[in-house]
């Protein structure tokens, strides 16, 4: 019986190639795509790849208003141009899937790759997706693999539907909402506005955190400190928000100086037990802090060391690991790698093959961990996250580190004084991890009763500080315990949220048109960015997993809550359109002054979407300046000293980047065109023209037609799919 197995992507499907061929398998290649064969008695294994979402969600009519409420599955070749490269993928996959009669899904075993497998196995026929298996494998090393052919599984039918109700909810809040939100600003500006189920409460976590940073007003409170043997002694009443009760403080203790007195000395022993093993969030949050590395970059990154056998599953929620993983075997191969030979053969003799775990947990996968494997031919970026994962995996079996805590009180008449230290004694697994936070402040020898040569008082005043700005891994960390979200798809978002230029910077700001987008629909339309209305969808959807719940009733329950919300944002459309409106205007960074009647200049866009520049006071003022079409334009504060109109930056991405005043008069400009055409008489095009006058662009710069469009994709899409990336899903 011939038997077709889909790989989420190439790269996966030679892992499997190699596991289950003990070297039969052959390498076939049909239309550009590869795949593999492998014949044997009993017949022939077929392993080929999808590029990540093959089949992609549409609107079933041709409505371009809002609600939309019709939505089906389409291949996503036909959906964008951009997914063109997906055609050939697809069609090996039903050629393969007619010619076998057994199919198995091979893909990630996660809630995406349960979508991507089940879609293309349904496709496939009415009769493949009754018998179809499921095969699952948190590592891509060939014992893995071998063992979840061995025992393949049903397919996880409710996971399916769990996933595909996620897709369609996501797909629908997404498009509808984005829409209704577009439709606000008609006339007023192109910006992609976008707004989704998870999107919305997201940016409000990011808005109401700046409106705490705003209204907080600094207190300023007080703290006194004695100096003894080198070391700084608080005064035990902490911050002090009285300066009077400071001051007395202050002055008490000044005076008594020579009465100071050792009134406590405390010493005690404490654990410290291992860090647990990595989640994807945890593994996030620790790549950010101890190297630095964006949490997208992170999972990116963490894809690649999986795909390659490096490391188990990163897209895990758990901090566990079972000893079905074969731990002491895996211990065993990392003691092979010079790197980590010492550490590795220490817990060997030391028989340490219990981790210390955590409290999270995942029924699909369990904690990430090195496989054992020895990475090869690895990026920098990518060495170092393998590193952290490998410390942090063998830190789990080390001894507890064995911490010396001491503190010291200081009397002085009614005040007292405290310092306290701390001694690593025994290092443990801090000898593991060389990340650890774990820092040595040993306290000078005190003994009780003596008299203590102090200098000070000092008295420090000091204000309350505003709550902190996010960062990216800070946010993602608090997305979590909101459970707003996925593992998979949290950064995903906030990377969306940027590109909309509702947020910026590092820590995270959001700008003036973010929170015009939050105060107009937090006013008028709270529904959409209520943390409330998320969860509760976001439950339903675990329901489904658990067979508690049908996807049908589910997604018409999310339907009826979309309405509600769009029914909300109708009745307040005015309000949100003048919010936004406000908020666009207030962000919109002059050029300079109008030559004409003084007024700011400013870019607008035409109902074709030509930007040009005119003047704020319009329509008193019809001052206009065209410019040139697909640049960004920046302001430099400069003014031509001909025309004296103001002289702004043209960024154009792969054509450099020059400066211009804005009068396609102006006397600078008089040499422009002859030098275009000298320049265009080289070998058709110039490398290094000037550049076009702002009224009449280079063609260049003209939006690009379909055909083109699909045409100018297909070197980005070969890439990705050479790299095996997963089509992002719809947007949350």
Not at 414 to 424: F, V
Request: net charge positive.
């Amino acid at each position: 019986m011939d038997t077709l197995i889909i790989a989420e992507k190439p790269s996966v499907a030679l892992r499997l190639a190699i596991a289950l061929g003990d070297n039969r398998q052959k390498r076939q290649n049909l239309n550009g795509v590869g795949y593999y064969q492998i014949d044997g008695p009993e017949g022939t294994l077929y392993i080929a790849p999808a590029v990540g979402h093959v089949y992609t969600l549409a609107q079933a009519d041709s409505e371009r208003g809002y609600p939309v409420l019709n939505v089906k599955w389409v291949p996503s070749y036909e959906s964008s141009p951009g997914s063109a490269f997906t055609k050939k993928y697809l069609d090996v996959l039903m050629l393969l899937g007619r010619r076998a009669a057994a199919h198995v899904n091979a893909c990630d075993f996660d809630t995406e790759g349960t979508v991507i497998g089940t879609n293309i196995i349904r496709n496939i026929s009415g009769e493949a997706i009754k018998s179809a298996k499921r095969m699952k494998f948190s590592t891509t090393t060939i014992p893995d693999i071998k063992r979840a052919y061995a025992n393949l599984m049903p397919l996880d039918m409710n996971n399916f539907y769990a996933g595909e109700a996620r897709h369609m909810l996501d797909w629908l809040w997404g498009i509808n909402l984005s829409r209704a939100l577009t439709s606000a600003m008609a006339g007023t500006t192109t910006k992609a506005l976008s707004i989704g189920r998870v999107q919305g409460p997201t940016l409000a976590v990011l808005a109401k955190r700046e409106k705490e940073i705003e209204a907080f007003r600094p207190k300023p409170f007080w703290r006194i400190f004695i100096n003894a043997k080198s070391t700084e002694f608080l005064n035990s009443r902490g911050d002090i928000f009285d300066r009077a009760d400071a001051q007395s403080a202050h002055d008490s203790t000044k005076g008594r100086l020579a009465d100071a007195t050792v009134e406590e000395v405390e010493e005690h022993e404490q654990l410290s037990r291992p860090y647990p093993p990595f989640d994807l969030t945890s593994l996030q949050l620790e790549a950010s802090r101890a190297l630095r590395i964006d949490p997208s970059t992170t999972l990116a990154i963490a894809q690649s060391l999986y795909e390659r056998s490096y490391i188990s599953y990163p897209r895990t929620a758990s901090q566990k690991l079972p000893p079905t993983l074969g731990l002491q075997k895996i211990i065993g191969e990392l003691a092979k790698n010079p790197v980590y030979e010492k550490r590795a053969r220490r817990l060997i003799e030391e028989k340490r093959f219990r981790p210390s775990e955590g409290m999270k947990s995942d029924e699909a996968h369990p904690a990430i961990y090195p496989t054992g494997v020895a990475p090869k031919e690895v990026s920098p970026q990518e060495a170092k996250l393998y590193d952290l994962i490998a410390q942090r995996f063998l830190s789990c079996f080390a001894p507890y580190a064995r911490l010396a805590k001491s503190r010291v009180v200081i009397r002085i008449g009614e005040e007292r004084y405290s310092a306290n230290g701390t001694k690593i004694v025994e290092k443990g697994w801090t000898d593991f991890y060389s990340y650890a936070r774990l820092v040595d402040k040993e306290l000078p020898q005190f003994t009780k009763g003596e008299r203590a040569q102090v200098s000070g008082p000092e008295m420090r005043e000091l204000e309350t500080q505003p709550p902190k700005r996010f960062g990216k891994a800070a946010l993602l960390s608090e997305l979590e315990k909101k459970d707003l979200g996925t593992k998979a798809t949290r950064a995903s978002i906030i990377d969306t949220l940027f590109k909309r230029a509702y947020i910026d910077g590092s820590p995270i700001t959001v700008t003036r048109f973010g929170m015009s987008v939050y105060e107009a629909l937090h006013e008028n339309a709270g529904m959409i960015l209520d943390e409330g209305t998320t969860r509760k969808l976001e439950s339903d959807m675990e329901e489904i997993s658990q067979g508690k719940r049908s996807e049908e009733a589910v997604i018409e329950e999310g339907k009826s809550m979309l309405l509600d919300a769009l029914k909300l944002f109708d009745s307040n459309k005015e309000k949100i359109s003048e919010a936004m409106r406000r908020g666009l205007s207030d962000s919109i960074v002059p050029l300079g002054k109008c030559p004409e009647d003084g007024g700011e200049l400013v870019i607008r866009r035409s109902r074709a979407g030509k930007q040009f520049v005119a003047c704020a006071n319009y329509p008193k003022c019809t001052k206009t300046f065209s410019l040139p079409q697909g640049a960004k334009i920046v302001p430099t504060g400069k003014s031509c000293e001909h025309c004296h109109t103001p002289i702004i930056k043209v960024i154009r991405r792969g054509k450099g980047v020059f400066e211009m005043d804005l009068d396609p008069n102006c006397v600078s400009k008089a040499g422009w065109k002859s030098n275009r055409d000298k320049a265009e008489t080289v070998q058709g095009a110039p490398a290094k023209a000037a550049p076009a006058a702002p009224d009449k662009p280079a063609k260049a710069a003209e939006k690009p037609s379909r055909k083109a469009k699909a045409a100018g994709a297909k070197p980005a899409a070969k890439k990705r799919a050479a790299r095996g990336q997963k089509a992002k899903p719809a947007a949350e």
